[in-house]
Nanobody, 118 residues
């Protein structure tokens, strides 16, 4: 059964850094398409960064140059390194995966809270 467990969130001052982790199980990690989404209070959930099926990386314009996504296929973990954090980065961050062959079903972790104070 697919399971995604996020960790690493917390409270940090503007300009600080956090590293989020997503521990994955229940699927073939190396051929999945995975990424990070976030949802700020009162706002729609949005893509932060992801690995596509082709292996390329997408970043939201608001985080380019500050965030870095990476994956460890051996440990079956997805990471998000967040630097130069801003108050507008505050929200719940979710790990997300789509699976072959049809890439239709989407799976989500339960999220980890990130709070950035000014």
């Amino acid at each position: 059964q697919v399971q995604l467990v996020e960790s690493g969130g917390g409270s940090v001052q503007a300009g600080g850094s956090l590293r989020l982790s997503c521990a994955a199980s229940g699927f073939i990690f190396s051929i999945s398409a995975m990424g990070w989404y976030r949802q700020a209070p009162g706002k729609q959930r949005e893509l932060v960064a992801d690995f596509t099926r082709a292996g390329t990386v997408n970043y939201a314009d608001s985080v380019k140059g500050r965030f870095g996504i990476s994956r460890d296929n051996g440990e079956k973990k997805l990471y998000l390194q967040m630097n130069s954090l801003k108050p507008e980065d505050t929200g719940v961050y979710y790990c997300h995966v789509k699976l072959p062959p049809n890439w239709v079903r989407a799976y989500w972790g339960q999220g980890t809270q990130v709070t950035v104070s000014s």
